[in-house]
């Protein structure tokens, strides 16, 4: 493989791993944001104890994020000098925005939430977590900012250069509000919220499966699944605005999504099938003219395909065509689960179906497969745009990096990975074996250590 093909491997297995993290700690931070207002609002130690148990949760996966997620950022120069040389104008400003506004805020704050229970007030403490929440969330905004830009440009020129063309900046706010950016960011949090929510519900699932901790699985299982239920349907809301938005700015995207060829009215919405891009064949199963509903609110308005576009302007279509049809069916399959899950707790039977409780200790992984899944349906489906319409994937690569130096750090990419992924399970199958800690008994007043 040449070394634009490995570098775009390693980008993408580095970004993806590194995604794990993020979506655990966004999804985590509203449950704990309302496990320490019930705390402060009841005063019942079982709050407490799911407060101070999925902090050292959050905290884990926050440090391997970290960890994960700086790696990344050297690609840009190592890989991707000829794509940072042009986008860096751009690109930077998002990235020093969340490092400033958003990275800082979160970690300070972590301090106080992860080490601060018995050192500030319980309302300074709920204020902590309040901002650790506040702080995830801009985070994931000006992540998407950047990426989204490379979807939509918008606000910015180009400028001759002697290294050559390069973006340049002319409209702050319309780069950051450029049109796919609060598509893509409600469908991206609807995502990680899944990710939070089912977490704590496989979690939950599982003591009550093995019968420990009862109070405090039953006391964690009912808001993450009413939590994870509205994010699953949020996230098909969202992902449905989101398409409508690709189908006008990125119109081949859509066609690989569907597997569509032909320019037609009265599309179908493809359901399963198979691509064969040699011969131009999609082999589906589909719903006749629902696509031109959902996208004009008219059956008879032509979807563009895929002969609309250069050979060479296409996206690889059946990767594209897969990881977009097995982020909705999961996507599906979580609405399902959460439904159900809410008339069995409604009828006082969830407890107490195994099958059930069995479903939920291993609905985590729909989530974190969604997300990547998604992920990669956007990514590839740029291509052949590192941006799109400005910068094609093949003229961002480091032209003075061979393959063999990409093929060695990728390698030991992967080693090191392997090993933190490693290490991340066992950790978390620890905190998950020895379960929460026993009411602190912390007092009941506002400040540590008095009573009114």
Same mark, same amino acid.
């Given at each position: 493989m040449?070394?634009?093909t ?5 980008f ?5 791993f590194h995604?794990?993290f993020?979506s ?19 005063g019942?130690?079982?709050?407490q104890q799911?407060?101070?148990f999925?902090?050292?949760i ?11 997620g ?12 000829a794509?940072?040389?042009f ?8 990235l ?6 958003a990275?800082?805020l979160?970690?300070?704050?972590l ?10 007030s319980?309302?300074?403490h ?12 801009? *985070? ?6 950047a990426? *989204? ?7 910015f020129?180009i ?20 049109? *796919?950016?609060?598509?893509?960011l409600?469908?991206?949090?609807s ?24 109070e405090?699985?039953r006391?964690?299982?009912?808001p ?12 098909l809301?969202t992902?449905?605005?989101?398409a ?6 990125q ?8 597997g ?26 589909g719903?006749p ?5 959902l ?8 979807i563009?395909?895929?002969r609309?576009?250069k ?6 279509v059946n990767l ?12 599906? *399959?979580m609405?399902?689960?959460g439904?159900?899950?809410l ?9 107490s ?8 200790t291993?609905?985590f ?6 997300n990547?899944?998604?992920w990669?349906?956007a990514?590839?489906g740029?291509?052949p ?9 093949e ?13 060695g750090s ?26 929460p800690?026993?009411d602190a ?6 400040e540590p250590?008095?009573?009114?």
């Amino acid at each position: 493989m040449d070394a634009l093909t490995l570098a775009r491997i390693q980008f993408g297995l580095t970004a993806a791993f590194h995604y794990i993290f993020p979506s655990v700690t966004i999804g985590l931070a509203l449950l704990l944001v309302y496990f320490e207002w019930r705390w402060l609002k009841t005063g019942s130690g079982i709050y407490q104890q799911l407060a101070r148990f999925w902090t050292k949760i959050f905290a884990i996966a926050f440090a391997f994020g970290v960890a994960s997620g700086v790696v990344m950022e050297f690609q840009f120069g190592t890989n991707w000098s000829a794509y940072a040389r042009f986008v860096g104008d751009v690109f930077g400003s998002p990235l020093a925005a969340e490092a400033i506004l958003a990275f800082f805020l979160e970690s300070c704050f972590l301090g106080i939430v992860v080490f601060g229970w018995e050192k500030v007030s319980r309302r300074f403490h709920f204020f902590a977590t309040c901002m650790v929440c506040l702080g995830a969330h801009l *985070s994931a905004l000006w992540i998407i900012v950047a990426n *989204s830009w490379m979807h939509t440009p918008a606000g910015f020129k180009i400028v001759e250069t002697p290294a050559g063309p390069r973006a340049e900046i002319t409209d702050f706010w319309q780069m950051v509000f450029n049109p *796919s950016t609060l598509d893509r960011l409600s469908h991206v949090l609807s995502g990680c919220w899944q990710a939070g929510a089912f977490l704590v519900a496989s979690v939950s699932a599982f003591y009550l499966l093995k019968g420990r901790h009862i109070e405090f699985a039953r006391a964690g299982l009912k808001p993450a699944i009413w939590y994870g239920t509205a994010a699953a349907v949020l996230s098909l809301l969202t992902g449905h605005q989101s398409a409508v938005g690709v189908a006008k700015h990125q119109p081949a995207k859509l066609a690989a999504f569907e597997g569509l060829y032909e320019t037609q009215s009265n599309a179908p919405l493809t359901l399963v099938g198979w691509i064969n891009e040699q011969q131009e064949r999609a082999y589906v199963v589909g719903v006749p003219g629902l696509l031109s509903v959902l996208v004009h609110g008219d059956a008879s308005k032509p979807i563009p395909g895929l002969r609309e576009f250069k050979p060479e302007d296409r996206p690889p279509v059946n990767l594209t065509f897969q990881a977009y049809h097995i982020m909705i069916a999961i996507g599906f *399959s979580m609405i399902g689960l959460g439904v159900i899950s809410l008339l069995m707790m409604w009828r006082g039977r969830a407890i107490s179906a195994r099958w059930l409780l069995r479903l939920l200790t291993i609905s985590f992984l729909g989530p974190q497969i969604a997300n990547q899944a998604g992920w990669l349906a956007a990514e590839v489906g740029r291509q052949p745009w590192v941006v799109y319409g400005l910068l094609r994937t093949e003229a961002g690569v480091s032209p003075n990096v061979s393959a063999g130096a990409v093929l060695g750090s990728l390698v030991m990419f992967v080693v090191v990975y392997g090993l933190l992924l490693a290490i991340f399970i066992w950790i978390m199958l620890g905190k998950v074996r020895h379960g929460p800690e026993p009411d602190a008994g912390l007092p009941k007043s506002d400040e540590p250590g008095a009573a009114k």
